[in-house]
């Protein structure tokens, strides 16, 4: 979903208090799913939990740190630097009846607390058959942190990364270390200090940090400028995972002034393709052999087409011009199977040409709590598209590839089954 904000000025500050007639709203919990296979979804979200940021701010600042207000109208909405950000609903909407569904901003009590609640959060997985789950977060941050990277306030901004971050560390990713793949927000406003903490949380227990997939549409140093070299060290020195989230850039290919919304999602994976396609010729993979760069909620049908395309231009278009730095004897295409995971929600007719991809490269998702997303059926879709493809290559994409790439353990039971639902 695009990344909004407006102008409006804070009311009281609130928890997430439930009306009789908000939980009446949700559908009955659905029944465990049966498992076709462990699952490892690399890309849900968490909607950030009103008391994330208390106590987690140092004293001067704590009064001006995000928080949710009720505005006129019952609308639940985070106030930061007097913007807010509502959750837009079709960020939150498992659960809820299919004709419920809309933009309008959701409160915390029409939600799933598992959009929320960690322990929530898990049962549903459970109900899913998704072992483990890499989770970005939501508007009030950006995807990539670009809120708090943005702030008016420096200071004030990355102290709200970094109660982010230490939040998801001890808390979501913390509390059950088994099932979440902890993910950190960057501090894109100066590259050096980024590198520092990459680096300090790498020790912590980090695995992968969400980055814009085109940061100079956020009026940062373009991905061909080098600028950003130290940070990439970072991630190649510790193993940090950078992972490119669709619309994390507040970037869509809608050339028309007047698209219906339905084009938005349907063009998706044209923002993986371009992505790729400007990583790749940035020449960044071939400086930092060692950087992993993965790709979400962009889907792997582009993937077979570019793979052939950059190794054309390599022998035609670019042959002869002064721009095209290519310092290597590997194809663009080997470099783009080295450096570069794609996941796939669903995209049945392309697993034909896995191989060309390279199956050791595909990886799964759910877009918990998001429309987009297979819950509680994600076992069910992965069975229909991968059903009939060797097993090997099915655990593989299914979890082994992720659990590989992010160092993350798998069940120690090879027929894995989750637990009753927790009460």
């Known amino acids: 979903m695009s990344e909004q904000a407006s102008s409006t000025g804070p009311g009281p500050s609130i928890g997430p208090q439930i009306r009789p007639s908000a939980r009446s709203a949700l559908l009955p919990d659905p029944s465990p799913r049966p498992i076709f296979v462990p699952i490892i979804s690399v ?44 959750n837009i609903g079709l960020n939150a909407v498992v659960g809820r009846p299919r004709e419920s569904w809309s933009m309008d901003p959701a409160r915390f009590d029409e939600m799933r607390p598992g959009c929320y609640d960690i322990e929530a959060r898990v049962a549903d997985m459970d109900l899913n058959g998704v072992w483990a789950s890499l989770c970005f977060p ?44 902890p993910l950190q927000l960057p501090w894109l406003a100066d590259i050096d200090v980024a590198a520092a903490e990459i680096r ?71 923002n993986g393709l371009v992505a790729a396609a400007e990583w790749l010729w940035s020449g960044v993979p071939l400086r930092f052999p060692g950087l992993s760069v993965a790709f979400s909620e962009g889907g792997i049908g582009w993937v077979p087409m570019l793979l052939d395309r950059v190794d054309y231009v390599l022998r035609h278009s670019a042959s002869g011009t002064e721009s095209v730095a290519w310092p290597s004897d590997l194809l663009p295409s080997d470099v783009l199977r080295r450096n570069f995971w794609f996941c796939t929600i669903d995209d049945p007719s392309v697993l034909a040409l896995r191989e060309h991809i390279g199956t050791d490269h595909i990886m799964a998702e759910s877009d918990y709590p998001h429309a987009d997303s297979t819950w509680p059926d994600t ?18 994409m299914a979890a082994g590839n992720a659990a590989r790439l992010f160092r993350h353990p798998l069940p120690e039971q090879d027929d894995w089954r989750p637990p009753e639902r927790r009460p």
Not at 142 to 163: I, K, M, N
Not at 229 to 254: I, K, M, N
Not at 379 to 396: F, N, T
Request: glycine share 8%; net charge negative.
């Open 43 to 86: 890309d849900d979200h968490l909607i950030e939990p009103p008391d994330l940021f208390h106590g987690r701010l140092p004293a001067k600042l704590a009064d001006r740190a995000p928080r949710v207000v009720e505005e006129p109208g019952g609308q639940q909405v985070w106030v930061y630097e007097d913007r807010t950000y509502p």
């Open 138 to 181: 939501s508007l009030v941050a950006g995807f990539c942190g670009s809120v708090f990277s943005g702030s008016s306030d420096p200071e004030l901004g990355l102290a709200c990364v970094r109660a982010w971050n230490a939040w998801h560390i001890e808390v979501w990713a913390g509390t059950h270390p088994e099932r979440i793949i």
């Open 200 to 270: 300090l949380n790498a020790a912590r227990g980090f695995k992968a940090v969400s980055f814009p997939e085109f940061p100079a549409q956020l009026r940062l140093p373009s991905i061909f400028s080098r600028a950003w070299d130290p940070f990439f060290a970072a991630c190649e020195e510790t193993g940090t995972v950078v992972c490119l989230h669709t619309g994390a850039s507040a970037w869509a290919p809608l050339p028309s002034p007047d698209p219906p919304f339905e084009l938005l999602p349907t063009l998706f994976p044209v």
């Open 379 to 396: 076992q069910a879709v992965l069975g229909a598209s991968m059903g009939h493809l060797p097993e090997s290559e099915v655990r593989a």
